[in-house]
């Protein structure tokens, strides 16, 4: 009783609900293929208040390029928002490799993978 208690003092003070383990995860990473390029879109959605912080690690097939975005958000629920782009053309397009790490301030944190076709 008492550790559902401080749990609960947690998120009132954090301002944020615990995600739903069977809603889909807040922050999400959507990739769409063109002509001439890769467009990579850190997306944030939820059906509760949600403040979480997320990274987005683009690197290229030989490892070469890397390309690292950060940042912090607090989501109102309901509300869609685009996070950041990253766009990828020419020879980056081919093969590619892409990295999202949120760390919500109240649940488990997790990871989103995608790559090149």
Do not use: C, F, H
Request: zero cysteines; a positive charge; charged letters at 20%.
């Amino acid at each position: 009783m008492i550790e559902s208690a401080a749990i609960l003092l947690a998120v009132v003070a954090a301002g944020s609900v615990p995600p739903d383990p069977a809603s889909p995860s807040p922050i999400s990473l959507s990739v769409e293929t063109k002509a001439t390029s890769v467009v990579l879109q850190v997306v944030g959605e939820s059906a509760v208040p949600v403040d979480a912080a997320y990274s987005l690690e683009v690197t290229n097939a030989s490892g070469g390029n890397r390309a690292i975005q950060r940042g912090r958000v607090s989501l109102r629920r309901n509300e869609r928002v685009v996070l950041l782009t990253s766009r990828l053309g020419g020879a980056a397009q081919a093969g590619w490799r892409a990295l999202l790490t949120v760390t919500p301030v109240v649940g488990k944190a997790y990871e989103i993978r995608r790559e090149a076709d």
